[in-house]
C-alpha cells in the first residue's frame, strides 16, 4: 500500500510539473491559439492578440489595421489570409505541424479544409524573450507572405 501511494504523489508532482510549463513554449500550441484567434467567427488576422505575434509581426498589422481606419477602406488587403479569399468557410479538421529549423525559429503548418479543398498555411516561428514561441508572419495556401505584403507602400 505505501508504494502505491508514492507511485500516486510521484506522479502527480510530475503531472503538476508538466502543466507548470508555460504553453508559449510549445510552438504548435501558439499556432494553434494564432489561428483560432484571427480566422472564422473569432476574428480577423489584423486583430491578432499581441502576445501571440513577434514585434515585427505585431507592428505590420498594426499598422495596416491604422491605415485601414485613417483611410475609411482598403489599404493592403482586402481579403483573408486563411481563406485566400474574402467569403469561405474553414471546415472540418485542422490539424498543426511543427518543422523546426534552429532552436528559435520553425515553422507550423496548418492543414485544413476551404470548399472542400485541402488547405496549407504556413505560420513562420521565433522564440523570444522567456523562451516562448510567437507568429512571425502568415504564408496563405497560394504562398503569399502577409508580412511581406504589409510591407508594401500603400497604392
Not at 479544409?113 to 522567456?130: D, H, I, L, N, W
Request: glycine share 10%; proline share 5%.
Amino acid at each position: 500500500m505505501r508504494k502505491t501511494g508514492m507511485f500516486v504523489i510521484t506522479g502527480l508532482l510530475l503531472a503538476a510539473n508538466v502543466q507548470a510549463v508555460p504553453a508559449c513554449q510549445e510552438p504548435a500550441a501558439v499556432a494553434r491559439a494564432f489561428f483560432e484567434a484571427t480566422s472564422g467567427d473569432n476574428g480577423f488576422v489584423l486583430d491578432a492578440p499581441q502576445a501571440l505575434v513577434s514585434d515585427g509581426f505585431g507592428k505590420a498589422l498594426r499598422g495596416e489595421r491604422a491605415c485601414q481606419a485613417r483611410e475609411q477602406g482598403i489599404c493592403n488587403i482586402d481579403w483573408d489570409p486563411w481563406l485566400d479569399a474574402q467569403d469561405a468557410d474553414i471546415e472540418g479538421p485542422v490539424t498543426y505541424q511543427w518543422k523546426g529549423a534552429t532552436a528559435d525559429t520553425g515553422m507550423v503548418e496548418i492543414h485544413y479544409a476551404v470548399e472542400k479543398q485541402a488547405f496549407v498555411s504556413r505560420v513562420p516561428m521565433v522564440r523570444q524573450g522567456k523562451g516562448c514561441w510567437q507568429a512571425d508572419d502568415l504564408i496563405s495556401n497560394n504562398g503569399r507572405s502577409l508580412r511581406r505584403i504589409l510591407a508594401q507602400p500603400v497604392p
